[in-house]
Structures are given as C-alpha cells and as structure tokens.
C-alpha cells in the first residue's frame, strides 16, 4: 500500500524538483528596477549611458505614448540648460499655409535649437534617443531647448505638418521625444486633452487644472515621455494633440526631439559643386541666427530645390 502511494507520488516529486529549480535560477538574475543607478547589465556601445528597457512604461495606446524614468542624468539636464539658457529666443510655431515660423500667443516660451552632436554629451543623448525609438540619428531633427516662465504656455497643437512645405524635408514628424531639465512645483504638465486614456487618469490637487482636461504627464527633471503623432500605417493620429500647460510656481526647462520619417538631414550634407552663392544678401547673418536649420527649405532647400543661402549655411562646396 505504502509502495504504492510512493510510486504515484514519483512523477509529481519530478516536476516539483523542476519547478523549484528553474524559480531558484530565475530569482537569482537581478534585473534593475526603476530608480536603480546600477547599469551595468545592459551595454549599448552607441552611448556611454546605457539604455535601460526595465525604466520604461507604456502610457497610452491612443496616442501611443510612453515615459522613461531617469532618460537624462541630473548632469546632462543641467548641461542642456546651460549650452541654452543665454541663447533664448521667443519660441515660434510653423504656420499652417505658408510652413513658415511665425510669432503666436499659442506658445509663450522661449526657446533655442542645439546643434546635432555638439559636443560629446549631445552625441551621447542623440544615440540613447535613437537606440529607444529605433529611428536613425539622420531622422531627428537638432534638440530644441524650451524654457516657460511663470504663466508661459504651449496651447495644443500637432508636431505632424499640415503644410505641404516642411513636408519636404524628412517628412512627417512621426514621433518626438520631449525631456525634462527641471522640475516645475506646479502646473507646466504635457496634457494630451485627445488621448483615449484621458478619463481615466485619476487626478488629484497637485494637478493644475490644464492638466485635468487630457491625460496628462508631470514634468520630472530626468525624465523623457516619447509619443507618435502618426498611426503605424502613417496617416496622422489626432489624438496626438498635446500642450504645454502654464506653469503656476516655478519654472520649467525642457527638451524636445522631433524625428522624422525619412532622414531629415539629406539637405544640409548635398554637397552641390555648382549653384554654390548666396542669392540674397542676408544669408550670411540669417545662417549665424540658425536660419540654416529653422528654415531649411528656403536657405539649403530640399536636394531637389537649391536653397537661397547654400553658401553661407555649408551646403555646398565651391
Ligand atoms: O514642453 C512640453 O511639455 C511640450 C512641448 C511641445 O509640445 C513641443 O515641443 O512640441
């Protein structure tokens, strides 16, 4: 009887003992956790920060967005403000019929453009960015650097274009990376009042009341919330819509990679050996502004279009 019991109690002994042993060698690999500084499991050779999967979470679906908690260290946040902070300029939008940019109370900050791979610690984050949203380098445009003072807002508004011209080089936007510098005491969310998670974001009184219209995200210096403006068959998501809202207390710096679908920078690498003048004479002082990169089209034009300042802005050799 004894024998018995032991003999059909054989096989589930069998698969326990299998069990406990895979549970023992799964517990024993320690994956970082959120906040955890310790980054040597993951190795991206492209940047000498590691990327790190385990700090990321999905936000929402529509739009599909997600956060990454500690993108940034504290030291390159404070870098980015500080290559920006002498350079701001009020911030401009891209006007919808003519693609130029344009002066509008939509957006009240200022802001300034780096240059791609300005240094090592740019070259650094431009890689990390681009090992994250698995698009190139050449599909980002530079860094903008934004800053918004006490009431200074961005009203909602899509980063995909709506003008046929900013369509010509690299396409659309189809995604962007924004990073937050700084931490804001209060109001200065990213609110997306179109998201289809936005009634179900609890809120509380910490958040302002911008915030409460959309679903919304905290600024955290560090962190690094990346959101796409088109569905993955390309056409444009509206519910991509999304704001900066005013800041109550405090002030907030943040960092926006706008990437695109194609290589976005083919126009300034075409090397034209002909056509190599400037065709007005400004061009020099508008490529020291950084017209070269805030008005593409008209200055270096699009490899297809010569621009008007291809000298002064590099795209050509003489
Ligand atoms: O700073 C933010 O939270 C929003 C910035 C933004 O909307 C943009 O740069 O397109």
Redesign the pocket.
């Known amino acids: 009887m004894c024998s018995l019991h032991l003999l059909t109690l054989l096989p589930f002994c069998f698969f326990f003992c299998i069990f406990l042993l895979s549970a023992l060698s799964v517990s024993s690999v320690r994956l970082p956790a959120l906040g955890d500084n310790d980054n040597t499991n993951t190795h991206v050779p492209s940047s000498s920060v590691a990327f790190d999967p385990t700090r990321v979470t999905q936000l929402s679906w529509g739009p599909r967005a997600f956060l990454y908690k500690g993108f940034l260290s504290e030291e390159e946040c404070d870098h980015l403000i500080n290559l920006a902070k002498d350079k701001m300029e009020k911030s401009l939008v891209a006007d919808n019929e003519s693609g130029k940019s344009v002066k509008s109370e939509v957006r009240t900050s200022s802001g300034m453009f780096l240059s791609k791979a300005q240094d090592e610690i740019i070259t650094d984050i431009e890689a990390r960015i681009a090992t994250w949203t698995f698009f190139p380098i050449e599909n980002g445009e530079p860094i ?1 650097v ?1 800053h ?1 003072e006490n009431g200074q807002k ?1 009203d909602p ?1 899509f ?1 995909f274009f709506r003008d046929k011209i900013n369509l010509q080089v690299g396409g659309h936007r189809i995604a ?1 990376v ?1 990073m937050y510098l700084s931490n804001v005491e209060k109001g ?1 969310e ?1 609110v997306f009042p179109n998201s289809d998670s936005r009634l179900s974001q609890p809120k509380d009184e910490s958040w302002s009341e911008c915030a409460k219209m959309g679903y919304a995200v905290k ?1 955290e210096k560090g962190d690094a919330l990346l959101f796409f403006s088109l569905h993955q068959n390309a056409t444009t998501d509206t519910r991509s819509l ?3 809202c005013p800041v109550i207390e405090g002030e ?1 710096w ?1 960092a ?1 990679k ?1 990437i695109h679908v194609r290589d976005f920078e083919k126009p300034f690498k075409q090397k034209f050996s002909r056509n190599c003048a400037d065709e007005n004479e400004n061009c020099s002082k508008w490529a020291k502004i950084g017209e070269c990169r805030k008005n593409p089209l008209y200055m270096v034009g699009n490899g297809t279009i010569i621009g008007h300042c291809m000298k002064s802005c590099n795209a050509c050799s003489s």
Do not use: A, C, N, R
Request: aromatic share 16%.
């Open positions: 903008q934004l918004y961005y508004h980063d962007t924004l200065g990213t600024p999304h704001g900066s907030k943040s926006t706008w």
